[in-house]
């Protein structure tokens, strides 16, 4: 009787067993199932958030060099920028330092190193160089700095190759003989080189 209910006892713990790996057995395949399984298409709501152009979205770099450096200059910051390949973040706070002369050689350093790494250099950064070369030089022979209005100034030149053939290029010292081969190279020699002075007026 007691060999009986020793066995008895055994098959039933054996069911037990065969039931629980069989469950077990059914669940990994249904969890291996979805994993494998196609995602499903994009919602209208799914799109939307996909279509969001570049210009809306936060680039690392952007937010990078929006953090202040800790107990550095504004030109450290700028030196640190230019160093790290972020030109356009270092030219943005440049900016923010004019009227100051300071600022505009700046400007004209990273604009510098900036055209070097590039193998075919865009008109637009050829422009930038020429109108921070003549934004500078007006404040230098503006006697009262604080009276330029940067803005308005930069809006008129907004399209600087336009004063390149009365302009020219030897009566802006900022400008090193290299910007002034690069600019000739590309723009061709000016008919005259006029004083800053005359857009001014």
Same mark, same amino acid.
């Given at each position: ?29 249904? @969890?291996?199932?979805?994993? /494998?399984?196609? #995602?499903?298409?994009?919602?209208? +709501?799914? *799109?939307?958030?996909? &279509? ?74 050829? @422009?930038?160089?020429?109108? /921070?070369?003549? #934004?500078?030089?007006?404040?230098? +022979?503006? *006697?009262?700095?604080? &009276? ?54």
């Amino acid at each position: 009787m007691l060999t009986f209910g020793f066995i008895l006892f055994s098959a039933l713990l054996v069911a037990i067993l065969i039931t629980v790996l069989h469950r077990f057995q059914i669940n990994k395949a249904r @969890e291996t199932a979805d994993r /494998t399984s196609p #995602l499903t298409p994009l919602t209208h +709501h799914d *799109k939307e958030l996909n &279509s969001i152009s570049p210009e809306r979205s936060v680039t690392v770099v952007s937010e990078i060099a929006m953090q202040p450096y800790e107990n550095l200059s504004w030109q450290e910051e700028v030196k640190s920028l230019r160093e790290s390949g972020y030109f356009q973040e270092a030219l943005a706070l440049c900016r923010r330092q004019y009227p100051k002369m300071l600022a505009f050689r700046q400007s004209l350093v990273t604009l510098r190193a900036c055209i070097r790494k590039e193998e075919a250099i865009p008109e637009e950064r050829l @422009e930038s160089l020429y109108q /921070t070369a003549i #934004l500078g030089n007006m404040i230098k +022979h503006r *006697k009262n700095k604080a &009276s330029l209005d940067i803005s308005f100034q930069m809006q008129k030149l907004q399209n600087p190759k336009e004063y390149w053939q009365n302009l020219g290029y030897k009566n802006l010292d900022l400008l090193t003989k290299t910007d002034c081969r690069l600019l000739v190279k590309y723009w061709g020699e000016p008919h005259t080189h006029t004083d800053v002075i005359s857009l001014l007026d």
